[in-house]
């Protein structure tokens, strides 16, 4: 079973490793993003990343009148690959995590989160530990809904995937009794036809998850850049104009 203290102490040790400089303001920035985390992150039809989470950095880099590129990532790797400096910011839909804080720097958060669970609309599901026992329940490797299964469901059998997208299969083909994730990427899910049976189960079952951009550390300048800019597109417009493209709800 994968442990979030293992990973992310091979991440810490591998950022000693790297001697990444900070980025000028004048020099393009790369965007590191996971591509397979639909609305926020996916990659479309003709191959392009697109999302929330792209249309954020987009506006961003604007604020910040700098060239952006981006970079796709698989989940597992995307903090070890900022460290080796294939890119210069997470922007991913990451949760502010004080085990993260020990391998990266974090700006001003930029959405809010919710974990909730999901399954059969006809299933009835006691969401408590003891209601959990001996079910089979899903979540995303290396997020913190893989961690607070394991932490708080002893007696579930856990299974974390690579991606969101699988556990939603498995959850579909009848292998997963329940899936815990993000309350929003789960809204996504459910209104697709893919997700048509199934149902929010119980209430959120953790709230106030901090969304935010993740940078090596050693560069408080580009963390300040992102912070001002961040108040900029919610001050002028942009991140509402944004936000109703996806959701019809503030999800600041």
């Given amino acids: 079973m994968h442990k979030l203290s293992t990973f992310f102490a091979a991440v810490v040790a591998a950022g000693l490793l790297v001697a990444g400089g900070p980025a000028k303001a004048a020099d393009p920035l790369r965007i590191g993003t996971e591509g397979a985390y639909p609305p926020f992150n996916l990659v479309d039809a003709n191959g392009e990343l697109q999302g929330f989470d792209v249309d954020i950095a987009k506006a961003l880099c604007a ?3 700098v060239e952006c590129t981006f970079v796709k990532q698989d989940w ?3 903090i070890p690959a900022l460290l080796a400096g294939k890119y210069d910011a997470i922007v991913a839909s990451m949760s502010i995590t004080e085990e993260r804080r020990q391998a990266v720097d974090f700006t001003e958060r930029y959405y809010t989160n ?3 669970f999901i399954a059969r609309k006809d299933m009835q599901l006691d969401i408590s530990a003891a209601g959990l026992a001996g079910l089979d329940v899903g979540a995303q490797r290396a997020t913190i ?3 607070f299964l394991e932490e708080h469901y002893p007696d579930a059998n856990v299974r974390l ?3 969101q997208e699988n556990a939603y299969l498995d959850l579909a083909a009848g292998r997963l ?5 993000d309350a929003l990427v789960n809204y ?14 119980g209430a ?3 709230e106030g998850d901090l969304i935010a951009i993740a940078l090596r550390k050693g560069n408080p300048d580009l963390v300040e850049r992102f912070n001002a800019a961040i108040r900029q597109i919610r001050a002028d417009g942009t991140y509402q104009e944004i936000n109703a493209r996806y959701f019809p709800f503030d999800i600041y």
């Avoid at 009794?177 to 994730?181: I, R």
């Avoid at 996504?188 to 189960?201: H, Q």
């Fill in 145 to 147: 809904s893989g961690s």
């Fill in 76 to 78: 597992d790797g995307i």
């Fill in 177 to 181: 009794d329940a899936v815990l994730g």
């Fill in 204 to 206: 959120p079952v953790f």
């Fill in 188 to 201: 996504e899910w459910l209104n697709s036809e893919a997700g048509a049976d199934f149902a929010f189960k």
């Fill in 114 to 116: 919710k974990l909730r």
């Fill in 161 to 163: 995937y690579d991606t």
């Fill in 63 to 65: 604020a910040m009148e």
